[in-house]
């Protein structure tokens, strides 16, 4: 019966002792005209999709929220120097206005780099 007594404050915490999955944005991640939300777990949503026997890498970003054009466009002048040969190889699209689809390479860790820079 003690144990009980002891939980019943730990199972009706007030909702400012909740657990929060996302962070606050940085000043400049707020200045961008685009947002990338994290997922329920936490992370930054940026996947990996390996397609045609292994031959093909396809890193998405998922659920951007804003102008996904104006991502796709830092993401291909930004991302590696210009001139590069990574540059040169990577190809962005947008997917139904919601996902950037970055395909040539393995550039999944480049990405989070890059996000994580900006604030995200």
Known sequence: MLVLRALVPRLAAPAAQARLYTTQLSAA???LPYRVRRNSHGAVPVYTDIRNGGTRY???????????D??????KGSLFPAGSREAERMKVETLRQRHVVLSGGRWKAD???WLAERGF
């Open 29 to 31: 991640a707020a200045d």
């Open 58 to 68: 396809l890193v998405q970003i998922r659920n951007v929220e804003g102008n996904v």
């Open 70 to 75: 104006a991502l796709a466009h830092d993401l």
């Open 111 to 113: 990405v989070l780099r």
